[in-house]
């Protein structure tokens, strides 16, 4: 069954650190893979994705994800962090049905950052 | 435009009750989703849309619930006798269609800010 997961449920990291959130998904065929933020009372915003090609991936506000097919992965990083990234951050995958796609998401990360 | 808008944004009802949500996507998006996200989790699929017809049905779409998008623009989304476990964030999403992949294609969905359901 395809799935993802995001191993960590809360990360707490130091305005101005670095940052990676962690993605593993399960999916037989070829990925389209997304990072999406959600603010307090907001939906959700897109930040990057992955169709195909160059495995890195730049998005908005400064971030970036590397796909890495042999481990599954496609983490989310940014070199340095503002105190307004605080949110939750969903990874999901693309899943094609008999007739039409939707997203796959994980359980998020809530990322907390510290002045 | 500005977005995919959603109608209320809060709902709160009494156990039993029917409640009804509205979406409009964004203008010639094609296909519309709807999701379910519950405390603690990611959205999860509930319904797809591509123009008027409703082609894919979650599991979780329980017979208490229903969806339409009469016109293949805005979609509304019912819930009949409301039960606690309804309670939740509703969220609808839009999308456009490459003309040349049809439904294969796969683009950008595009979230509304949800409608966030309490059942007392």
């Known amino acids: 069954a395809q799935s993802v997961t995001q191993p960590d449920i809360h990360i707490t990291v130091s305005e101005g650190a670095s940052l990676e959130l962690r993605c593993n998904y399960s999916y037989g065929a070829t990925p389209y893979l997304f990072w999406y933020v959600q603010s307090p009372g907001q939906g959700l915003q897109l930040l990057l994705k992955y169709f195909s090609g160059d495995t890195l991936v730049q998005g908005i506000k400064g971030f970036e994800a590397e796909f890495k097919r042999s481990q599954s992965s496609f983490n989310l990083r940014k070199p340095s962090v503002h105190w307004s990234d605080a949110a939750e951050y969903f990874c999901a995958v693309g899943i094609t049905m008999e007739y039409g796609n939707k997203l796959v998401f994980g359980a998020g990360t809530i990322l907390r950052v510290k002045s | 435009d500005t977005g995919v808008s959603q109608d209320p944004r809060h709902k709160i009802t009494k156990r039993g009750q029917n409640v009804t949500f509205r979406c409009d996507p964004i203008?010639?998006?094609?296909?519309l989703y709807w999701y379910r996200q519950t405390l603690g989790q990611g959205p999860e699929f509930l319904t797809y849309f591509q123009n008027e017809a409703q082609l894919e049905k979650s599991r979780l779409l329980s017979d208490r619930f229903s969806a339409e998008r009469p016109k293949g623009s805005f979609s509304t989304l019912e819930i009949q006798r409301t039960e606690q476990g309804d309670s939740a964030m509703y969220l609808c999403?839009?999308?456009?269609?490459?003309?040349?992949?049809?439904?294969?294609?796969?683009?950008?969905?595009?979230f509304g800010p949800g409608t966030r359901l309490t059942v007392l």
């Open positions: 203008s010639e998006h094609n296909r």
């Open positions: 999403a839009s999308s456009p269609e490459s003309g040349l992949a049809g439904w294969l294609s796969y683009n950008e969905q595009f």
